[in-house]
């Protein structure tokens, strides 16, 4: 999957595709078994017993660094194009 994102004619935007579509799937999969399949979305602490929802990863950090990855990613795919690359319009005389 890395290969074919880096081949790609604009790999950027295919990593911004990339992002997209992988946080199209997993955030509301992870809310779905959060909430319907609970048993499975949740973890219980060994020392107190406190309870930890997961969602579809093993433990609730790496549910905070999907979060955040796919986070970052939607910030950066409705971005508007800014630096050296970008076209400018030019306003009318």
Known sequence: MVLIVLTDCEPTAALKRLLARTAYVLIPLSIFVHQVLSQLGRVYGIWQG?????GVTTNKNALGVICLIFGLGAMWRFSPPTGIGSVKAEPES
């Open 50 to 54: 406190e309870v930890g929802y997961t």
